[in-house]
């Protein structure tokens, strides 16, 4: 008969290492309900003078909890995880420093912004200004033990998962994972409560998270890399369109910066936002798409900024 375990963040690790005793065992079928950090590891404050002080001494890794051992679980074998739920704290903070994120040479200074997630389904970005964003909880990190000896960083995605920051992978989706080491040794941090596709300034809603994940088990059938079958997307966002920005180059990421960075104008512009808060914006809420790889020699790609984020 298949259980509901809890895990507290109590005992948390900063690296993928299959040396790292677990602190949960459970079976094929088991749910887990756990308790997560941000990825700054609960230092960050809703104080803006504290965090900019903060944001300049980097984590030696993503704050995880785990390593779960799933029972039967063997290299060659693919672990299912199915996301019940995810739970946020009732405040979050997206932020950006020069040198980092999709646009490192663009600004000179670090900026932080607060959200209030208290209000239920969706945040509002800055006070009266009628942008709302809405609330899709995920965790950014969700990941399994690789069979190499030894620390491994937490922030580069790997075949085994990690760091993927795929925005979908929120209430009803399935993510398959290849298992590396006997017991596959799962964990998870990183919970976003809003993010774009993309999260260009490094940071998307970063929050506590109580995930709620069922795990089971693909005797002897082995992924190259992470898939992941989405829930129903009912997202908002794409009810009343979008508006886009295209940039073509020849450097894929050259092309995604210019999209971002014309997606930059248009907020300034029309909406009167500041060059840090519209980054901040897009950070949360804009997807990037490669819209065509074809037609040699360059690249399109699109920035997709939701209309239904403007309320009035």
Known sequence: MSRTHELSAAVRHYSWDNSQPPTLEIEPGDSVIFETYDCSDNERQRDGSMVQRQIER???????????????????????????????????????????????????????????????????????????????????IMGLA????????????????????????TAGARLYLPVGVTGALFSTGDCHAAQGDGEVCVTAIETMGQPHFKFDLIKGKTIKAPRLATGRQASPLGQQGYFVTTAQNNDLLEASRDAIRFMLDYLEEEYRLTREQAYILCSVSVDLKISEVVNAPNWVVSAFLPNALFQK
């Open 146 to 169: 690789l069979p190499e000896p030894g620390q491994h960083s937490t922030i580069p995605p790997r075949r085994f998962g990690g760091n993927l920051d795929i925005k979908q992978i």
């Open 58 to 140: 980097l984590r030696p890794g993503h704050a995880l909890t785990g390593p779960v051992f799933v029972k039967g679980a063997e290299p060659g074998d693919t672990l299912v995880i199915e996301v019940l739920r995810v739970g946020t704290g009732d405040w979050g903070w997206t932020a950006f420093r020069p040198g980092g994120g999709l646009l490192k040479d663009d600004f000179e200074a670090p900026f932080f912004h607060a959200w209030d997630l208290s209000g239920g389904a969706t945040t509002e970005f800055l006070p009266g200004s009628g942008i709302r964003v809405p609330l899709e909880p995920f965790c950014g």
